[in-house]
């Protein structure tokens, strides 16, 4: 490894808004068997899955409608 480096030319990060926050959250197994089946099926993770369905969520500004019985 050098001494230094110079990073005069650096441009910055293009990806920095994009980048994701690691949280625990609690799943019922369930749900998380749902998406690693769905993950199987589509070669996708089901990690992203997830992110993938919330992230829609947002976009499409989706309201909670909880109701208990």
Do not use: H
């Amino acid at each position: 490894m050098r001494e230094e480096y110079d990073f005069s030319s650096a441009r910055p990060n293009p990806y920095v808004k994009k980048l994701k926050t690691q949280v625990t959250i609690n799943l019922d197994t369930a749900t998380v068997e749902y998406f690693k089946s769905q993950a199987m099926s589509s070669g996708i993770p089901y990690q992203t899955l997830i992110n993938l369905y919330l992230k829609d969520c947002v976009q499409n500004n989706r309201q909670l409608r909880v109701s208990w019985n």
